[in-house]
């Protein structure tokens, strides 16, 4: 497959600091090389810096939404698989809109459900996935290039298990479909009948056991191991079009072991396998 991976090394708004540093360390841990041996054409593209360099946080994210997007219809435009990898969670609502998705993945320890009105700490990432279902910051998404907000019964928030209050209580009014790994066959089947065509899966990697794997330093007890959630990931690969996908959240300060560069490797080359299979 011809695939280009899309840096956008941005976390909370500082540019290569913290989980903005996630991307170039899973590059320089060998995801191009382990993409490449297992056949695949790999380009890479880095949005660099966007935006005025004042590191706001909230005009600095969706910035780099807006880079994104563009990278990843260029990526379509070719004939390329695109693959975000991302400091931040907010980076998806990009990579949906370049990738014209009508319907997402959201692996994640957290809900990321949360907006303005309800966020009791102010942190733009906690309100991604809201972004994204069109439940907050509409001016600012809807300048995005090509961002259709999903519709949340086109939503499988896989895992999450780290909610704010208001998270839970606006799951009780939106169609989200939750679920965790083992369950994801029957959340996909729930997904399809929604009617969705289009898949952007988003894989926050703190959607981890931390004990398995910890990624950076959000820790919450359970989760999935990478295997099961190789395995999830797969199984929804194989049941619907996958059009592209966004790794977030890696801190290589919190991985002395360096264990998670390869195991993104094989994630991603056991999903693109899918994609290809089917």
Not at 135 to 154: L, N, T, V
Request: aromatic share 4%; charged share 20%.
């Amino acid at each position: 497959m011809k695939i280009t991976i899309i840096l956008a090394s941005y976390d909370s708004g500082h540019f290569h600091g913290g989980m903005g540093q996630g991307p170039d360390a899973l590059i320089s841990g060998g995801l191009v090389d382990a993409l490449t041996m297992a056949g695949h054409e790999v380009t890479v593209e880095d949005i660099g810096k966007v935006g005025d360099n004042q590191e706001r946080e909230i005009a600095t994210g969706f910035a780099v939404c807006n880079a994104v997007s563009g990278e990843v219809r260029i990526a379509r435009d070719r004939g390329r698989f695109p693959i975000v990898l991302a400091g931040n969670c907010l980076t998806s609502a990009g990579a949906v809109a370049g990738g014209a998705a009508d319907a997402i993945v959201w692996a994640d320890q957290h809900g990321d459900l949360n907006t303005p009105e309800t966020s009791t700490y102010g942190f733009l990432d906690g309100m991604a996935l809201s972004t994204v279902l069109g439940q907050c910051w509409h001016p600012m998404a809807a300048g995005i290039p090509g961002f259709k907000p999903i519709d949340p019964s086109r939503c499988v928030l896989v895992n999450a298990r780290d909610l704010d209050p208001a998270e839970e209580k606006l799951l009780e009014t939106l169609p989200v479909i939750r679920t965790e790994c083992p369950g994801v066959a029957q959340a996909t089947e729930r997904l399809k009948a929604a009617g969705a065509e289009r898949v952007h899966m988003h894989l926050d990697l703190d959607v981890h056991d931390p004990e398995e794997l910890q990624a950076n330093r959000y820790t919450t007890p359970g989760g999935p191991n990478p295997q099961q959630l190789r395995d999830a990931a797969c199984a929804v690969a194989l049941a619907i079009p996958v059009v592209g996908i966004t790794i977030s959240a890696y801190d290589p300060a919190f991985d002395a072991q360096a264990d998670v560069p390869p195991l993104v490797g094989q994630l991603l080359n056991d999903l693109i396998a899918t994609i290809e299979g089917r």
